[in-house]
């Protein structure tokens, strides 16, 4: 019996033993538990610190995109007119310099009438 009772003994040891490793890993588990707890609701307020961020950037660079394209559309409907402009201006500078070719010429009676027959 005493060879039982020491065998008894030596296995209730290891038990104890083997349970207070599986409390340690079981306490070490909780640990690192609760460090991801506390990383995921930082990323998650992260993500949202993110997500508001990103929304208010989308929204102002729609808003600039926007007055973008309204400005180009100014720009070429100007440019279209000023070309009207300077083709109108070109054409008139045409004329006038025609018509002031004319009157030099019926206002000049030597060039006229003093020109002989060759």
């Known amino acids: 019996m005493t ?12 038990l104890v033993k083997c349970i207070e490793e ?4 079981r306490d070490e588990l ?3 538990i609760q460090q991801e707890e506390e ?7 992260d993500i949202r610190v993110l997500t508001e961020k990103l929304n208010r950037v989308s929204e102002s660079l729609d808003h600039r995109l926007t007055t973008r394209s309204e400005l180009d559309r ?3 409907e100007t440019e279209a007119a000023y070309m009207k402009i300077l083709e109108s201006s070109q054409t008139l500078l045409s004329v006038l310099k025609k018509e002031t070719g004319n009157l ?3 206002s000049d009676p ?3 009438k003093d020109r002989l027959p060759l």
């Not at 599986?22 to 890993?25: N, R």
């Not at 990383?39 to 307020?45: D, V």
């Open 3 to 14: 060879q039982q009772g020491a065998a008894l003994q030596t296995y209730n040891n290891e």
């Open 22 to 25: 599986l409390f340690l890993k």
């Open 30 to 32: 909780n640990k690192q």
């Open 39 to 45: 990383e995921k609701t930082r990323l998650q307020h």
């Open 74 to 76: 100014t720009i070429a």
């Open 104 to 106: 030099s010429k019926a």
């Open 110 to 112: 030597r060039r006229s």
